[in-house]
């Protein structure tokens, strides 16, 4: 079966535009975390999402949120794009919520800010 | 705040050495998950612990909880080349935050 697909796989903006990530899990699978990962500061949990709703957070600012739709596919915004924001989005997905139950991860969308 | 220190962050060894990371947290811990990133790839999910002295085995790798939920291992018995690459613990503390370690990055000399 198919795996978890990122898209964009590569996205070049600007200081100060806004970018959109999507995400499709694997066909079942109905939770979807984001992750962001920089040589500097690593992994990072952005937030995760189930069945629509935010079930979890990381300490991002609001600048960066996210939604789920019905058919569990997710987007991540990011609003007022920074130098610092320039890294690979990693999402994956699990059948449900909570990590006993393993996740798949994408290939990343990697976002280079300008 | 809480602090996750995984070490080492680098570790060399020859090929059928063994290999072992720690993943250290300053609070007790719900749980904790490990991740393994080959260079250029993306995490692959390995396993979850999650009662205090557990341990699980995935053939060579062996995962430990420590009693105190506080510090976790992995362990790999005679590294292959193809156990190359980068392995992190993601930690879930009692009030819900994930938290990832730094990493250690494996390198395997043939």
């Known amino acids: 079966k198919a795996g978890v697909t990122q898209t964009p796989r590569y996205l070049i903006k600007t200081r100060g535009q806004q970018v959109t990530l999507s995400c499709s899990p694997i066909?079942?699978?109905?939770?979807v975390s984001w992750y962001q990962q920089t040589p500097g500061q690593g992994l990072q949990f952005l937030f995760e999402?189930?069945?629509?709703?935010?079930?979890n957070k990381g300490n991002f600012p609001g600048r960066f949120s996210g939604r789920q739709f019905s058919n569990s596919r997710s987007e991540m915004n990011v609003s007022t794009l920074e130098l610092g924001d320039s890294a690979l989005y990693l999402c994956?997905?699990?059948?449900?919520?909570?990590?006993?139950?393993?996740?798949?991860f994408g290939s990343g969308t990697r976002l280079t800010v300008v | 705040g809480q602090q996750v220190m995984q070490i080492p962050q680098y570790q060399h060894v020859q090929e059928g050495e063994d290999f072992t990371t720690y993943c250290n947290s300053s609070?007790?811990?719900?749980?904790i998950q490990w991740y393994k990133q080959r260079p250029g790839g993306h995490p692959v999910f390995l396993i979850q612990?999650?009662?205090?002295?557990e341990v699980k085995k995935q053939k060579r790798l062996t995962f430990q909880f420590g009693e105190a939920k506080k510090n976790s291992s992995l362990h790999i018995t005679a590294t292959q080349t193809t156990d190359v690459g980068t392995y992190f613990c993601?930690?879930?503390?009692?009030?819900?935050?994930?938290?990832f370690g730094q990493g250690t990055e494996l390198s395997v000399k043939p």
């Open positions: 994956a997905s699990s059948l449900r919520s909570g990590r006993n139950y393993g996740y798949t």
């Open positions: 066909s079942g699978h109905r939770s």
């Open positions: 999402y189930f069945s629509e709703t935010q079930r």
């Open positions: 609070t007790t811990l719900s749980n």
């Open positions: 612990l999650v009662k205090s002295g």
């Open positions: 993601e930690v879930d503390n009692q009030g819900g935050k994930l938290i």
